[in-house]
């Protein structure tokens, strides 16, 4: 697979990972469709969830959440949003409900590329190595795989507004 196929995903001492995708689109382009309550339905998480956005305040101090409804369970996730800067940067904190105290930092960089593309390159830092491993061994991987392909998708299809 090509980086624009897939996810790379490194492993960066002991709490830390790297994610990096290359998107079809510009930093604009997937910053509307990643920050659009609307359009978060359409990417994020496995296609055989459902996702809804509960809440989503896109600024600095604002709170997200979202919840996956699937085999009539919801998992729920939610954070603050740190550091707001469109289109190159947004930093959130990230907890999933069943695990309170293991919420990461999500550190997401879209820098433009000489070929029209967009990297997207986000740093998970932890608040212990256990929570990456735990983070890494609950399916995350494959999941964020699915969601970035959809999301390229997603973004292959849409200009700029």
């Not at 999500?106 to 070929?115: K, M, V």
């Amino acid at each position: 697979m090509t980086d624009m196929e897939r996810t790379s995903i490194t492993l960066v001492g002991d709490r830390d990972a790297r994610l990096e995708r290359l998107f079809r689109c510009t930093p604009e382009v997937l910053w509307d469709v990643m920050t659009d309550p609307a359009r978060i339905p359409e990417w994020w998480g496995p296609a055989h969830h459902h996702p809804r956005v509960v809440e989503m305040d896109v600024r600095v101090g604002g709170r997200w959440r979202f919840e996956l409804l699937a085999h009539d369970n919801v998992f729920g996730f939610g954070g603050e949003y740190l550091h707001v800067e469109r289109p190159s940067r947004l930093r959130q904190t990230s907890v999933f409900d069943p695990f309170p105290d293991s919420g990461v930092v999500e550190d997401a960089t879209l820098t433009a590329q000489p070929d029209g593309t967009t990297r997207l390159a986000i740093a998970l830092t932890h608040p212990t190595p256990e929570g990456l491993t735990n983070q890494i061994s609950s399916g995350m991987v494959e999941g964020m795989q699915e969601t970035h392909r959809r999301l390229a998708a997603l973004v292959a299809d849409t200009k700029a507004e």
